[in-house]
Each structure stands twice: as structure tokens, then as C-alpha cells.
């Protein structure tokens, strides 16, 4: 197993920080955008990109890299940020995200931005799409692994469960899904209206034949022993529900349903990046976002 | 004697050949094989068929991941769900991507086996047309289908291929060569344009052949692809006789006769009669009494091009 030293640890803390930064600083400035939901897959995503998963940033197409599928599109933002952060692309290109002309689309694009292996944003789909992917890499003897992130209130749609029945079927061990159980949708889960929950999700993938972890989805050691353990299991695809909080890391939006979708005011912005121990950034947004959008 | 033979034959024994000579080919089906006859591809390449069960959203799902891969994966289903079912995943993972998915439209239309109006597809045209990135093929006989499939195979990109269920005239010639997106005269003539896709091209030449009867001369034009259009052959075909009549077996609005309209309206209008299905679901029944009932046979394609005839005489 390996073991996350002290000083990497304050590092990826560091980096979730920057990174919720980004998300709540690019969402107000673009006034659109999916900030709870993205807040909630920021270790996660930082685990995959910074260690779990064979990527090479500087050949976002290299052929047995592994794949990643955020199949809750929706919290593009959120990716972009950590695929910039690895270096897939400047950082300063985020602060084009959801404007006309940009690579940061408000759901990603495999055509324009690169490190998206899959465009998304219809819920439900980006598993059967994963689940294609694993195939293949089976039918062609190919090594790489196959990563999707979906979300609980995307498990409500049928096609999830199709795509989780064929893959057990399959027996697609080169398959790991992570699920971002934030127990928080677009219109709540409890209140005010209750929408069906995925209630005992454990037992119900279990059921379908997967092999099932349930983890704190912002517990570094937690996320990289859950994808070893995945890594190591065989003849099954693994779903690891990932216990996180929407809108993690600013206190007025920790598990509130409004902030699925909410941009905030420029009053909750700073009191966001105040919480998250950061500046606001100094150069107005709209001349940074002419910067990038003329590099191209 | 006219050979017969059903698309669906032709496009199962093409299918197979063109898995033998490229190992990319794989083919995807929800439950549907022995309708389809893609069972034919699993008997013979096996390690190449994979059953996705009656789930036809996932399973043009896996076909986008597949073909992210280098895969050219054929999905098999009926048109009525491939182009409604599955339309949300094939719009965000297989459209707008782009990807290299062949996505297979049977049973398409009317003539679907006795399975009555939830089978039957008479808007999976006029879906197609208007998603981007779609190329949409339907071939008029089996000969067709096969070369078509070849086309598909070298084209790089998502395809919509509609094909019908049985046994059809075959009436392309031997060395007749399928380029997407060019139509085929079938017969010239300069009194009235006949302009048909699909299956019924083939009914469109029986038309022309009754309305030969009475001396008037019909110059038909069969459009294999509806999606890109032959802009220009179907400008040339209309300027010809100056009188358009399109016939499908699909509704009228929105397939081969709303896109006929669409490009003679705006470069050349013409007087033009539309004959498909009218904005009405179909019902279960022998494939004649249906083609009867809701005007598709070529005694209405030629009564149409009388219709048309005798308006422009007045």
C-alpha cells in the first residue's frame, strides 16, 4: 500500500485548496457553472490526476493512457481546474470557462480540451461510455484502466443501471467508478422536495455484481488505498462510493441544494475565498479572459 | 426475373465479409439478432459480436467508447429505437463527438413485420436531418446495402444506415458505384420528376412504368443519402421537367420530401407533391394493405404525378 507522507498530504491540501479557489472564483466571474457539485470531487480528482491514474499531460492522446470519464458533466469546472493544474493546459485558460470561443465548455468537449477522454453532460451516459471504452481495451489486450465518476442523484437514470448490469456481465475488471454520493441534487434530495434516493447503495451495486468500497471521498489515503484495492481485483468492476459534502470547503454552501447550480454574488464570492485562505485575484476577469481566448 | 433479396440479408452476409477483411469491425445488438441477422456475424466472429441485452441506450454508449478507441463498432437495432430510444446518447456521446459509431436503422418504415405502430419508423429521417454530424443513408435494394456498408466502413465518422425488412427488386446495376452523398438516376424522361429514397425508389420506377402506359415519361432520381443531399442532382432532376413529386416510406414532413421541398424552394421552386406518410401513426397489417392504406404504392406515386401533371395542364 502506499503510504501518503506528511509533506504530500499538506500538498494536496494546499492544492485542494487553490483548485476550490479556481472553482468559486470562475464561476462568479463567468456567472454560470455548477459549483457545489464540483467542490465535492476536488480530492478525488486530485488523487487521480496527481497519482492514481497513467497519464502523461504533455500527450493528453497517448494511446495506453488510462481513461477518466466525468460522467456528471457538470462539474467541468472543477476537472478543468485540476487538469490545468497538472499541466494539461495554463492555468490562467480557466478564467475563460463558459465564455463563447473557450476549450472550457460548460460540459466537456473531447474535441476542444485536452485531457477529456469523453465529451458528457446528459446524466447517466459517461458510464456506458467508460464501459465501451474497458470493452475494448479487453477485445484489443490493451492494459490501461478505465475510470468514471458519476454522481448519486445520476444513478436515478435507468441507463446507469444498464450500463453497471452489462458490466459485471462483462466481468470489466479494468472498469473503477467512482461515485460522488453527496446526497445533494439540483432540487434536494429531503428538501423541500424529496426526489427517490439511491438508498442502500452499497448492497444495490453489490447485487449487480460489483465489487463495492465505501470511503470518506475526501480522505486522501482513503481514495488511493479504494483505487488500489480496485486496481487489484479481479474478474469484477469495483464502484467505490465516495462519502463526500456538496459544496465542500466554504461553509455556507456545505450540503445545501441551492448551491447545485447557484453563481455566487460578488459578497459570497469573497466570503468563499476568504473561508478557502485565499486572495481575490487582482487582474479584472474580462481582460484575462480576452489574454487567452487571442492565444489560441 | 427480377432477383429479390432482403437488406436485411444483404447487409447481414456484408457485414461478415467486411469483419473478415478489418478486425476494427465490431457489432453491438440489443436483442434483436435473429431479426437483424447480425446472429450471422456472431456465428462467424464471435470474439467480435458482443450482446448488449435490451438496452439500447448503453449500448450506444459502449459503441461511442469503443470508438474512441480506434473500434468501428455497428450497432444493430430496430429504427424505431435507434433513433428514438437511444437519441439523447447518440446526440452527446456519438454526434457531437463526432465518433466513428454505425448506427443501423432495421425495419425501418412501414413494412416491419406485422408489428404495428410502436415498430414502425416514420421520423427517424427527419431526426437524423437535423442533428449535425449525422450522415443518413438509406439504400433502395440489397445491392445497395452492401456498398453502402463498404462506404460506411471508409468513412470516418457517425452514419445512420436505414434499411427495410423484406425481400426488395434488386435494381442497381452490377457495376453501379455508391458515393455518399451522390444520387442515382434510375430513368430519364422530361415529363414529370419522380424523386424517391430508400426502398421505395424501387416503387417509383413501377410508377414510372404505369405512367409510361398513358405516354408520359418520368425521369427518376433515387437519393441514397438523405444527409449530405445531392443538391445539385436534385435541382438538375426538378429543372427538367419543372414538376417534383418525392415518395418515401416515411412521414412527409420533415424526410426525403421536406428536404426536396427545402432545396427547391430555395434555389428553383417548382410545384411539388409529397408522398410518404401523412402526419399520422401507422397499425399492424399485411405489408400491401399497408402500403395501400396509407399511399405509398406505385399506383399513388404515379397518381400524384398525374395530379401534378393535370394542375400544371390547367
Redo the contacts between chains.
Sequence with gaps: MFRLETEQLEKWTDLAQRVRKEIVSNVHDAQGGHIGGSLSVVELLIALYFKIMRIDPQNPDWEDRD?FILSKGHASIGLYTVLAERGFFQTQELCSFDVCGSRMQAHP???VTPGI??????L??????????????K??K?NFL?YVMIGDGEAQE??IW??I??AS??RLDNLITIMDYNKVQLYGHQKPTPTPPLTDAKAKFEAFGWHTLEIDGHNYQAILDACQEAKETKGVPTMIIADTIKGKGVSFMEGRYEWHAKVPSDEECQMALKELDCLPRKCPPGELVKEVLSND | MTEMIAQRVAFAQTLIELGRENEKI?VLDADLATSTLVDKFAEALP??F?E??I?E?????????????G?I?FCSTFACFTAKRAL??I???IA???LNVKMIGAYSGILTGKTGKTHQSVEDIAVFRAMPHIVTIAPVDGREVALALRAMVDYQGPIYLRLTRDPCPVIVDDDYVFTIGKALLLRDGSDVTIIGTGEQSQRCLVAAEILAEQNIQAHVLHVPTIKPLDVEAIIAAGVKTGLVVTAEDHSIIGGLGGAVAEVLGEHNPLPIKRVGWPDIFGESGANDDLLDKYGLTPEQVAKAAMELLQRRRR
Design positions: 481513461r468537449c473531447m474535441l477522454d469523453m465529451s458528457t453532460g446528459s447517466g451516459q459517461g458510464l456506458s461510455a467508460g464501459a465501451g471504452i474497458a470493452l475494448g481495451a477485445l484489443f490493451k478505465t435507468g441507463q444498464e450500463a448490469m452489462m456481465h462483462y | 465490431v470474439e467480435r458482443f448488449m441485452g438496452a441506450q448503453n449500448m450506444f454508449g459502449v459503441a461511442a467508447g469503443m470508438a474512441t478507441l473500434i463498432p439523447d446518447q446526440r452527446v456521446l457531437q463527438p463526432k
